[in-house]
Nanobody, 126 residues
Framework: QVQLVESGGGLVQAGGSLRLSCAASERTLSSYAKGWFRQGPGKEREFVTAISWSGNLTYYIDSVKGRFTISRDNAKNTVYLQMNSLKPEDTAVYYC???????????????????WGKGTLVTVSS
């Protein structure tokens, strides 16, 4: 059974940094596009960023540009989210997801994601 397992969440003060990791259980997922989503308290799930299978293409929502960086290591079957200059509004459960096709915030709901992780909680205190 394919699994995506997130880790690295926790409590951090505003202005701090965290790095999230998402490990895939199957080697085949190294050829999938990957992304991070988040769901804050009382909010709907939100697309955050995506990376192509090769790592050559990335996409971010405006609110995290310049602060968050997505990367991947296909040899380790892992994708990362480096989060800097964190703000209280970044507080959310962060989910990793995979798709066989490239996706952005405008079309991931149309085509659907193939796999989802269970999430890791990030709390940013003011």
């Amino acid at each position: 059974q394919v699994q995506l397992v997130e880790s690295g969440g926790g409590l951090v003060q505003a202005g701090g940094s965290l790095r999230l990791s998402c490990a895939a259980s199957e080697r085949t997922l190294s050829s999938y596009a990957k992304g991070w989503f988040r769901q804050g308290p009382g909010k709907e799930r939100e697309f955050v960023t995506a990376i192509s299978w090769s790592g050559n293409l990335t996409y971010y929502i405006d609110s995290v540009k310049g602060r968050f960086t997505i990367s991947r290591d296909n040899a380790k079957n892992t994708v990362y989210l480096q989060m800097n200059s964190l703000k209280p509004e970044d507080t959310a459960v962060y989910y990793c997801a995979a798709s066989v096709s490239w996706f952005t915030k405008d079309d991931y709901e149309t085509y659907g994601m193939d796999y989802w992780g269970k999430g890791t909680l990030v709390t940013v205190s003011s």
